[in-house]
């Protein structure tokens, strides 16, 4: 099995920062792509930030300028750090990653179990 683990969540006030950190445990070959995604109340999950093993980054345009997101392959660990946050930022965040098991298996997805943002005005 693989597990992804999130923290660094939490309340802060607008315009002050935050980082997230997720770690991935368990079976494991190779992870192709880690990244995050949010939900906010009534609305669908959007991506936030993934990177690939390769190092290239993506961003959502909300966040671009504001979120870095960067990966340690040694520790299977990705991290988001979210500056000048914005009430709008509010969401649960969930970490994903696209993971290979095992040489002789295709990857998959696998998910954390979110970590609640909350940026006041």
């Known amino acids: 099995q693989v597990q992804l683990v999130e923290s660094g969540g939490g309340l802060v006030q607008s315009g002050g920062s935050l980082r997230l950190s997720c770690a991935a445990s368990?079976?494991?070959?190779?992870?192709?792509?880690m990244g995050w995604y949010r939900q906010a109340p009534g609305k669908q999950r959007e991506l936030v930030a993934s990177v690939a093993s390769g190092g290239s980054t993506n961003y959502a345009d909300s966040v671009k300028g504001r979120f870095t997101i960067s990966r340690d392959n040694a520790k299977n660990t990705v991290y988001l750090q979210m500056n000048s946050l914005k009430p709008e930022d509010t969401a649960v965040y969930y970490c994903y990653g696209f993971i290979q098991r095992s040489y002789y298996t295709l990857p998959g997805d696998y998910w954390g179990q979110g970590t609640q943002v909350t940026v006041s005005s």
């Open positions: 368990g079976s494991i070959f190779n992870i192709i792509t």
